[in-house]
């Protein structure tokens, strides 16, 4: 059984010892007895120095007290104190070499417990090490080297060529020689490079290599360290995509960036904000230099604006104008915000820059070119009243003789009709007609012209029931025609009552009118919904117009059917439609000659 404790095997080596003693006491005249000292040391010889010294010195005590206590006599004596002292020097020659091997296994397990420090050390590491020989074979993997070429940590690659299980790409030959010279010259060179993992995965490796030499100074081969900066190149590509595509947008739009020092006359301005300021690519800027382009005027609201960046750190807009070298004054809108440095203290103002010269003239046009319409507005309104008072007057003022004139005639037809032979009754009568339709078309010019005039009053009207109610009116002056007329719900609409009623009986009466040659005559009243508004229609089956004449439905006294074969003014549909505007609402028409027509408009703010 194996003693594991020194200070036990100590102990036992040294009883040992004794024992050994006792025997070579016994031991007949003639035999080397102290050859049996150097078993005890074996126990002893991997414990310590201290441990083999003491075994040692004990053992050289016991073999020279052994010369006292030795039995034999001359001139065996003799030759057992020269045995003894013989052995006595190849024990302690032993006892050193046991010394020194066990010095050397303690430096070889120090060393070896270094590497696998290190060795650990490396393996805990991110970065991929690797080193080769001058024949480009893999010496040595870390973990993190398996990782990052894809390598599989069970496979075997120490002693295999480099290339078998990735490779590189230089940047250019260039790249290559200058890494060539730096092994050379200085024996370690730093660079980027990409890399073509053990799966044809290809990354970014930022990587420095150097050069391995034996003790005499001869170069072995090279050791590397790469870290993947795959993610970082992307990202830095990233960064710098949306770095161009922020200048092109700046440049396409005409925004400028800039950044002044606070404690430093320093300017870092782009070519824009030069350009809106009227300076040089190379011109040296400075703030005398600056404000000395700004307005008069301007110059206490541009100082407000940088004291109070600086103050509060807050992002802050001026609108400024800049006058360049050649005297052209330019309107800018400037934005800056304070940075600050890493104690808090504002170190830098960075902002941009935009020339809103063409924005300030075209609204300084735009106000001008509204003042110009109020203007024409207002004349126009005058002359509306004006011409609405004239067209009142004159056709209020019409009706009383044309009054006349049918009393007069009528007069004429009954007590002198005797008197006149055939032909004057009929020209009597046909200045009556006459004049009874100036007479309707009088009356038909007044409403027109109170309608513009009519103040409106809007509240919530049932179309459905108005249309109702207007139909028993057409039906009562027509009892004996029967006419198919459908009215659905329509629900509420806000609108004036008094015009929509109007606006309605010139409708429905039109389609009365209309379909009186139809074998069915219809008529129908609904609402439709489209893109979430309410559209109202009056829709019938009678003589229907040519949709290429549809343009002058709505003009006064256009008529797209003979007087003798539908009577009418031209009036009504003119009136429908300045009420359906004055509700700032659309009227619209489709029809087929023969095949009917459908009137549409819209109320907007109709409830459906």
């Known amino acids: 059984m194996r003693i594991e404790n020194s200070s036990v095997r100590l102990a036992v080596a040294l009883a040992l010892e004794v024992l050994c003693f006792v025997i070579d006491m016994r031991l007949p005249r003639g035999y080397a007895g102290w050859l049996i000292y150097y078993f005890p040391l074996f126990l002893v010889w991997d414990v310590g120095v201290g441990a083999i010294i003491a ?21 065996w004596r003799i030759v057992d104190w020269a045995n003894r002292f013989a052995g006595v020097l190849v024990f302690w020659f032993f006892s050193i070499m046991s010394i020194l091997r066990l010095k050397y296994m303690k430096r070889l397990k120090r060393q070896d417990e270094q590497l696998r420090r290190q060795v650990l050390m490396l393996n805990q590491v991110q970065d991929a090490v690797i080193t080769i020989d001058n024949e480009t074979r893999i010496k040595y993997l870390n973990a993190a080297a398996y990782r990052q070429y894809d390598i599989d940590p069970r496979e075997s690659v120490l002693g295999s060529k480099l290339g078998e299980y990735f490779a590189f790409e230089w940047q250019s030959p260039f790249q290559f020689k200058e890494y060539t010279r730096a092994i050379q010259r200085d024996g370690m060179w730093k660079g980027e490079k990409i890399h073509i993992t053990h799966k044809g995965r290809r990354i970014w490796g930022e990587s420095v290599i150097s050069q391995i030499r034996d003790e005499n100074g001869a170069p072995t081969g090279v050791a590397a360290v790469v870290r993947d900066i795959t993610e970082r190149k992307q990202a830095q590509a990233a960064l710098e995509e949306s770095r161009e595509r922020l200048v092109l947008a700046n440049e396409a739009a005409g925004i400028g960036t800039w950044s002044s020092e606070m404690e ?6 782009d070519l824009t ?10 011109e040296r800027l400075s703030c005398k230099k600056l404000y000395s382009r700004i307005h008069p005027d301007d110059r206490s609201l541009m100082m407000e604006a940088t004291d109070a960046i600086a103050r509060s750190g807050i992002i802050r807009s001026v609108q400024i104008r800049v006058v360049h070298s050649d005297g052209s004054v330019h309107h800018l809108a400037s934005t800056g915000r304070a940075m600050t440095d890493f104690r808090g203290n504002v170190s830098r103002i960075i902002g941009t820059s935009l020339d809103i010269t063409d924005r300030v003239k075209s609204e300084e ?13 207002h004349e126009l309104e005058y002359a509306n009243r004006e011409l609405e008072a004239f067209s009142y007057s004159v056709t ?5 003789p044309l009054t006349a004139v049918i009393s007069l005639g009528e007069v004429l037809n009954l007590d002198y009709a005797k008197q006149l032979d055939e032909d004057g009754q009929k020209l009597a009568g046909r200045i009556v007609d006459s004049a009874k339709r100036m007479h309707v078309l009088i009356e038909d010019i007044l409403n027109l012209s109170k309608v513009n005039r009519y103040d409106m009053h809007f509240e919530d009207v049932d179309l459905g029931a108005l249309a109702s109610k207007i139909i028993d009116e057409l039906r009562s002056r027509q009892p004996d025609r029967y006419v198919d007329i459908r009215v659905h719900h329509v ?27 139809a074998e069915k005559p219809r008529i129908e009243f609904g609402c439709l919904r489209e893109h979430k508004e309410e559209i109202y229609y009056v829709r019938d089956n009678g003589a ?17 059917h003979a007087e003798k074969e539908f009577s009418g003014t031209g009036v009504g549909l003119a009136t429908v439609a300045r009420i359906i505007a004055r509700h700032n609402g659309r009227i619209w028409a489709e029809g087929a000659p023969g095949k009917g027509a459908s009137f549409y408009f819209t109320i907007p703010g109709s409830d459906g």
């Open 55 to 75: 075994v040692a010195t004990f053992a050289t005590v016991l073999e020279i007290a052994g010369l006292f206590f030795s039995p034999f006599e001359q001139p």
């Open 264 to 269: 430093a006359d320093v300017f870092d301005w």
């Open 273 to 282: 904000t030069r350009r809106h300021w009227g300076f040089g690519k190379n």
């Open 365 to 377: 046009n735009i106000k001008q070119l509204n003042k110009e319409l109020k203007r024409r507005a």
């Open 396 to 400: 209020h003022d019409l009706k009383s």
């Open 491 to 517: 629900g509420l609409a806000r609108a004036d009552a008094r015009l929509m009623h109007i606006a309605l009986t010139n409708l429905m009466t039109n389609a009365f009118k209309y379909t009186q040659k």
């Open 544 to 560: 229907g117009f040519d949709m290429s004449q549809a343009d002058k439905l709505f003009v006064p006294f256009k008529r797209l």
